[in-house]
Structures are given as C-alpha cells and as structure tokens.
C-alpha cells in the first residue's frame, strides 16, 4: 500500500477538468504537497490520441493506448479526488462547478457542486460537423476510444454484410466503399490504416471481396493536409493514388444520408454517391462547458468562438483564478497533442510556484510566460510509409518513406505514458506482423 497524506483543510484546492494530454501532464507534475487536487473527468483513463487511427482496424488494441488516471493520482504525495463525471457549468463569481456523474449505462447521476481556489479547464474540443444534416446520425468520427471501437464494429460489419448469401454486386459494391470526410491528418491517418488493412488482412481472409473494395476521402480545399509542406502533400497524395486511395478535393460534403453523402463537386455539382462506411474528421468545436463559461465573461475578453481565450500564463481573460490549456483554449498556438502537453507541464511549475500567495493568480507573472517551438509534425499514410517535418538546427527536415515509419513509430513509442503501455504497443506491432490483425466481430 502508498501511504499518501490526506486532505489538508489550509491548503488551496486544485480541481483540474479532464484527463487527457493537458490534464494528465498538469496532474503528474503538480506538487500535491502544496494543493489539495481534484480531478473531474467523465473518462477515467487518459487517452494516447496519435495511436488512436491504429485501434480503428485493430493493428493496436484499444487498450494499449489507455492509461487508468489512478495509475497516477494513486502515486501522487497526497490522496487525489478522481470523480467520473462531466463539469457542466462553472461559476466564476462564485468559485464553483457544477459536476454531473452516469453510471455505465449512461443513466445521469444527480448533479452537485464542488468549491475551487483553482480551477484547471483541460477538457479539450468536439467534432466540428458545421451541421450537416445526417452527420451526427449516420457518421462515425474518431476522436475516442469509443469512436474506434464503433469503426471497427461497422467495417466488420460492412464486410461480413458484403460477403453474405445472395448479396447483389451493386450492393456489394456500395458496402465496400469506405468514405473518410475530412484530409486533415486525422482523415489521412486513418485512410492510410484502412489501407493497410485492406491489403494485409481483408485480401487474405475475403479474397472474394477484394476487388470492390474502394476507399474515398473527401476534401473541401484544394489539397489535403495544408499544414505540411508542399512536397511532403504531393508525396502523400502520390502515395494514395498508388495506393488506389480516392481523393476528391474541392469537393464539400453537403449531406449524408443512411447509404449515401451528398457532395457539391468543384463545379458546384451535386452529387449522391453510395458508402458502406462513412468517418468524420473535420476538425474541431468547443465543448458545451466552454461555451457556456465563454457566454458568461465579456466579449471583449472572449471573442474566439474556437474556444477560452488565455494570456502568455494560459489565464483565461475575463475572469480571475481559471486557467486554461489544450483544445479547450485559444492563443497563437495550433490544438495539438504536443501543445497541451508543454503547456500542462508549464502551468504545473507555475502552481508550484504560487502555491504560498495569497495573490497567486497575479503573481504567475513573475514567471517565464509559456511559449512554445514545435518538435516538428509526423503523420502516418499508410504502406509503413509517414511523413516527417522536422526543425533542425533553425532549418526544417521535410522526408517521407519507409524509414520516416521507423522514426515515427519510435517517436510515438518514446511518447507513450508508461512503460506499461510502452509494452503493450510493442506487444500489439509484434502480434500483428506475425498473425496479422484480428477480423473477429467483437
Ligand atoms: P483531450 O486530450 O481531448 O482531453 C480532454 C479531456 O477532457 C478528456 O479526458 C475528456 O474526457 C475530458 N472532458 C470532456 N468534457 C468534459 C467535461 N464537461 N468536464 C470534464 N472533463 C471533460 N496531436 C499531436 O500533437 N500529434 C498527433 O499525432 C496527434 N494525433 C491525433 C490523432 C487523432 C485521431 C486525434 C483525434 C487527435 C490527434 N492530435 C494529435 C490532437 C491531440 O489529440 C489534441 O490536440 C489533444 O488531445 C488536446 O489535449 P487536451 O488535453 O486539450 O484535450
Ligand atoms: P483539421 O481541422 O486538421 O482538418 C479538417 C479538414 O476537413 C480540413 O482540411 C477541412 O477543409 C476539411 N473539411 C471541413 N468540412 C468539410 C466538408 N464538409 N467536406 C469535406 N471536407 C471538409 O482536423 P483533424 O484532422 O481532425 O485534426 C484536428 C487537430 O488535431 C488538428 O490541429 C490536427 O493538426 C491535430 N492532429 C494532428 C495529428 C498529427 O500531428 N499527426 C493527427 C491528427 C490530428
């Protein structure tokens, strides 16, 4: 057993909203010699999104890239709160948030309010859908773990449907045409898995099937992923077309229906086409939470409706004693993983260092505001091939290929939590290259 202090009534209380990258990286390096800590989460897991497009087709499991939040707070030098739960309002007048609990069936538990001295908003974005009509009903997206389970559910779905008694060739067809929206690099990730497990593992065990086997992915601008360089674009989109890999840009889906979308074409035609399964990936939102904190602080401080706008110490302008990090907040800074993660580490050395004032929220500005240069961008597009922009020595790497998989995958690998999920990585690679990914409906 971890002996670990207990409350302490003269310390401050620290409720951090979330658990993952910005969350989970305040809570493992805050002192909770100096705060009492509360985590409100409605996941009790941090999440390890870069690997999440892999748990799509099953080349990692699900749970090799979930990390149980007690798995810190349980190591932590005083006993950390953990309630599973969403934060529904927060009330910066009176230093209060409202929390509602569910239970497994997602039955809402009675909603009740804690007090805070410090309030931590980490509770990350939304899926953008611009309401299009048929978005939320028909379409997968794939921003949690439940998404990827969902997605790989329906392709299996999809194929054991396609390979069925008496199935007509045109309906055959249909099943087997995967649409992803969006060719930013959530889009191209996760065509590029869909690739892979088409070629590796569907060729073997359906041959049958193969050959109406078409994957699209669908996007609004004239290029996918615009925020890599120009010849790492062209190499992704050289690589897709090799691949077989449909790209349609300036193409707008309007609509999505049960078996087709509707998509306005570079001509502003429209056009039906028929899908088996359709992912999401857009972009993102601000959640109900952000906006309803943004929709009590005046406009002049909170303009953004991206979500919270902070200063150089992440304070979110308008209102006193809330910080705010990752997806959930606005600055000059893209919503990334690496963001959030610096910046969580950032704002827990300045609780560290306030933690004694009486006028702490003032006084982080006797810190070094935070600021942030990029490791550089990676991205998987399948065929063990990935892209890499890398800034070295003031100068960018820009590579593609085989060998920028390896460096990606040992990047990832040295990103990863723990040693834990390190293993289980490792383990889940392994398995899949010598008996290949597992097709059994779950
Ligand atoms: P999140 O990590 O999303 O965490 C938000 C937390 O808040 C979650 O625990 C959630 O359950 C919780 N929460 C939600 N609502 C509430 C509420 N009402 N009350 C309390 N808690 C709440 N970035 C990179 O830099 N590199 C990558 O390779 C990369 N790959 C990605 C791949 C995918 C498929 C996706 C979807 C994103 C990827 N990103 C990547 C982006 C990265 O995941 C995000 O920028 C990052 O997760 C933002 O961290 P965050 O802490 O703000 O939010
Ligand atoms: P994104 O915002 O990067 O890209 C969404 C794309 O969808 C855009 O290019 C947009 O033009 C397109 N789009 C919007 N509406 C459309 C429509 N109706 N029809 C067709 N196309 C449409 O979103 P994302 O890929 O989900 O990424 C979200 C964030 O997470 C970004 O900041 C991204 O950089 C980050 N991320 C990074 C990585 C990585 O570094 N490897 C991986 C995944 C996500």
């Known amino acids: 057993p971890i002996n670990q202090k207990p409350y302490d009534p003269n310390l401050k209380t620290l409720v951090i909203l979330g658990t993952g990258w910005g969350a989970a990286t305040v809570l493992k390096n805050v002192d ?52 599973e739960a969403n934060c529904t309002d927060v009330n910066p007048q009176t230093n209060e948030i409202t929390i509602q609990g569910f239970t497994d069936v997602q039955a809402e538990r009675p909603k009740t309010v804690l007090k805070y001295d410090y309030l931590v908003m980490a509770v990350g974005a939304m899926n953008n859908t611009f309401n299009t009509p048929g978005v939320e009903k028909y379409a997968c997206f794939l921003k949690e773990i439940w998404d990827a389970k969902k997605i790989r559910q329906k392709l299996m779905d999809c194929i054991e449907t396609a390979a069925y008694k008496g199935q007509t060739p045109k309906e055959r067809k249909r099943l087997l045409h995967m649409v992803v929206v969006g060719g930013g690099p959530t889009g191209v990730e996760y065509a590029g898995e869909l690739y892979d497990f088409m070629t590796d593992d569907l060729r073997y065990w359906y041959p049958e099937l193969v050959e109406d086997v078409k994957i699209t992915l669908v996007e609004a601008l004239p290029n996918v992923l615009p925020m890599f360089d120009k010849k790492l674009i062209e190499y992704t989109q050289n690589t897709f077309k090799e691949n077989s890999i449909n790209i349609l840009t300036k193409t707008m889906v309007k609509e999505v229906k049960e078996t087709t979308i509707t998509v306005q074409d570079e001509n502003k035609n429209l056009v039906e086409i028929p899908y088996g399964l359709i992912v999401w990936a857009t972009g993102n939102k601000a959640r109900a939470v952000t906006e309803k904190l943004r929709s009590k602080i005046s406009k002049d401080d909170q303009s953004s409706p991206r979500g919270l706008v902070v200063d150089d110490y992440l304070r979110v302008k308008g209102v006193k004693n809330i910080w705010a990090l990752g997806d959930c907040s606005v600055s000059k800074y893209a919503p990334l993983a690496q963001v959030a993660e610096r910046q969580g580490k950032w704002l827990a050395k300045a ?92």
């Not at 870069?50 to 499991?61: A, D, K, M, N, Y």
């Open 32 to 83: 909770t010699d100096k705060y009492n800590v509360v985590v409100v989460s409605p996941r009790n897991y941090f999440l390890f999104t870069p690997l999440l497009p892999s748990c799509t087709v099953g080349t990692i499991e699900n749970r090799s890239i979930m990390e149980p939040i007690r798995h810190i707070t349980r190591h932590k030098s005083r006993d950390v709160t953990v309630y």
């Open 351 to 442: 609780l560290n260092g306030i933690a004694d004032s009486d006028s702490g929220y003032e006084d982080v500005e006797k810190e070094t505001p935070f600021q942030y240069t990029s490791y550089g961008s990676l991205a998987y597009i399948g065929s063990d091939k990935a892209i890499a922009e890398l800034p070295i020595f003031n100068r960018s790497l820009k590579s593609g290929g085989a060998a920028t998989y390896l460096f990606w995958r040992s990047a990832y690998l040295s990103e990863l939590f723990s040693i834990r999920s390190t293993a289980f990585v490792m383990y889940d690679w392994a398995k899949k290259t010598m008996f290949g990914r597992d097709i059994s409906r779950e």
